[in-house]
């Protein structure tokens, strides 16, 4: 069900695996299809959850929509600890709905 809910609201969505050491260790799946670079998901296993991982990640996501100039947008459940580490990179809420917190990052201005 949730594979089905991601190609229906995203349907330009790029899968990546996460690899550390040629080991699978997580997932990557973003949508730059229009006005901002969507993070739909992204989960790594638990062995290697807080040890900078995601922030490189994350890092290097930003790099990405820093050169398109496009915001990334995300939703992350309420209570997940990533929310921290999202507020750690700049990204700022704009929207709560229930279940799901909705945040946003923009990219540095270029002139």
């Known amino acids: ?29 973003t949508d730059a299809s229009g006005d901002a670079l969507h993070l739909v998901d992204i989960s790594l296993l638990p062995a290697y959850r807080g040890q900078g991982v995601g922030s490189g990640i994350m890092g290097a996501l930003q790099k990405e929509a820093d050169a398109l100039q ?14 921290r580490l999202y507020e750690r990179l700049h990204f700022i809420v704009t929207d709560s ?9 923009q990219p540095l201005l270029q002139k």
């Open 1 to 29: 069900m949730q594979q089905k809910s991601y190609q229906m609201q995203f349907p330009a969505q790029n899968h990546q695996i996460i690899l550390r050491s040629g080991q699978p260790i997580g997932r990557l799946i």
């Open 70 to 83: 496009l915001p990334i947008r995300l939703r992350v459940l309420q209570g997940n600890p990533a929310f």
């Open 97 to 105: 709905t229930g279940l799901y917190i909705q945040m946003e990052w």
